[in-house]
């Protein structure tokens, strides 16, 4: 019996060891029987004739046919041929060597009991060599053994084949936890996810409600600006005109200072007339004096003479009299047109200041209740409270930041417009009692003052 090779699951009975013992049919019992007592190992022989199987001679069937000694004797003497003619043996397994191993053994166990230990022909046949044939024998219980390694492969096949299925199902059951578990964090995370779309749109729905109401906010601002706007164009018209108006009721005071100058050139000759009137008033008293005390008895001839010059003294007299009382009538009359345009001057001037103030503290009321700065920062609510603001663009124009500058200008007219009209309330005073000495002091006084003064300056940026 031979040695079997290593078995694999497409091993075939042609890769099994096989017995190569072939006679012909014309071949005497008695050498068949020589090689079954020289070859223990000898399973059978292959009776073939013309590449033609005949029969087959079994080690078993050798054994029934040796144990009767009458067919014994008819075996050894007659050949194969005579033989297996007058014997009748039984049918022969034949199969082809790509035969698999379970086929084989599922057909041999398909045999009469008493036939499962005969060998099978193993026929190798050439498509090329058609005549030629190759009759070889198999042991059946080879074939067995072999089946059972295969058997074997296979159990450890189906061992592994289950052990990977155990495993398969292990890591399923692995997998499917872990699949669990991440279904579970999957809807945890969903959970999450929906909780954060909500805020998301319920942020989303604030910040446009939000966005409208700033959309209403800069519209109200734009509007605002429109409308500090016109104020502020109205606001400088009505200064240009206030200013106007002043700078006219200026340019008329200090052209009634000229006439109150060429007036007072006029009081000064009619007091150096007076003055010269009361020195010949003096001299003709003294003359008169004199005349009298040295001729008692004199002729009325000087003293009417006398009598003449100072009634002429007393015309002339009478004439610069009349002259001054025009003379500050008119003064009166200008200085009461002076004082009507110096209070008219001073009143614009201060509804002008209250103007500019009222305009700027209301711009300043609307910039802080409707900041866009300060409503950005409500919406957002990302600014600290620390933080100085930021001012306002409108703020920072210049033609609103030039209301300061006038407003300065403004006062410090007004001012001046003050002094003079509480000057000219002086001189109002002073004239009307026809006090000339001390209203020719206050007109010096006061156009010395003018001409060292400064003049004002009513030019605006």
């Known amino acids: 019996m031979g040695t ?12 099994l060891p096989l017995h190569d013992c072939q006679v012909g049919s014309e071949t005497m019992g008695q050498v068949v029987a020589h090689q079954f007592a020289q070859r223990p190992t000898l399973i059978g022989v292959v009776v073939v004739d013309d590449n033609q199987l005949v029969g087959l001679i079994s080690r078993g069937l050798f ?3 040796k144990g009767n000694q009458a067919l014994y004797h008819q075996f050894i003497n007659h050949s194969l041929r005579t033989f297996l003619q007058g014997y009748q043996p039984q049918s022969v397994m034949v199969m082809g060597p790509q035969e698999q191993l379970d086929r084989a053994v599922k057909n041999v166990l398909n ?16 498509k090329n060599l058609p005549e030629f044939k190759d009759f070889l024998l198999l042991d059946v219980n080879l074939l067995l053994r072999a089946q059972y390694q295969r058997n074997k492969l296979l159990q450890r096949a189906f061992n592994e084949q289950v052990q990977e299925k155990s495993d398969c ?42 966005q409208e109401q700033l959309d209403l906010l800069q519209q109200e601002i734009m509007a605002l600006q429109s409308l500090v706007g016109m104020e502020i164009d109205r606001a400088c018209q009505f200064t240009h005109t206030g200013v106007d108006h002043i700078c006219n009721s200026a340019g008329k005071i200090v052209q009634i200072s000229h006439l109150l100058k060429d007036d007072l050139n006029s009081i000064c000759s009619i007091s150096e007339l007076i003055g010269e009137l009361s020195n010949q ?16 008895h004199i002729h009325l001839h000087g003293f009417s003479k006398i009598s003449s010059e100072i009634g002429k003294l007393v015309v002339q007299t009478l004439d610069i009299g009349r002259q001054a009382d025009r003379m500050a ?20 001037a201060y509804s002008l200041i209250d103007r500019m103030t009222e305009m700027g503290q209301i711009f300043h009321d609307q910039l802080g209740e409707n900041d866009p700065h300060n409503t950005q920062k409500n919406i957002s609510g990302a600014s600290s409270q620390d933080d100085p603001p930021e001012q306002s663009p409108l703020v920072q124009n210049s033609s609103f930041g030039s209301i300061h500058g006038h407003q300065a200008a403004n006062q410090a007219l007004v001012n ?22 001390p209203l020719v002091s206050k007109i010096k006084r006061a156009l010395d003052h003018q001409k060292s003064s400064q003049p004002i300056n009513l030019s605006h940026d």
Do not use: C
Request: aromatic share 6%; proline share 2%; net charge positive.
């Open 329 to 348: 009538y008119n003064f009166r009359s200008r200085i009461d047109e002076l004082t009507s345009s110096a209070e008219d001057s001073t009143k614009i």
């Open 63 to 65: 054994e029934q046919i």
């Open 416 to 437: 001046k417009i003050s002094a003079t009209k509480q000057t000219l309330a002086a001189l109002q005073t002073m004239a009307k009692y026809n006090e000339s000495s």
């Open 111 to 126: 045999r009469q009991r008493q036939l499962w230990h005969e060998p099978i022909v193993v026929v190798f046949a050439d």
């Open 4 to 15: 079997i090779k290593p078995i694999n699951l497409q091993t075939a009975i042609g890769d």
């Open 281 to 296: 008033f003096r001299h003709l008293a003294v003359q008169a004096a004199i005349i009298t005390n040295n001729n008692p």
């Open 169 to 210: 199902l292990h890591r399923l059951a692995a997998q499917t936890a872990e699949t669990k578990h991440h279904a579970k964090a999957l809807k945890e995370y969903q959970k999450i996810v929906s909780q954060k779309n909500h805020q998301i749109e319920f942020l989303q729905t604030e910040l446009l409600i939000r």
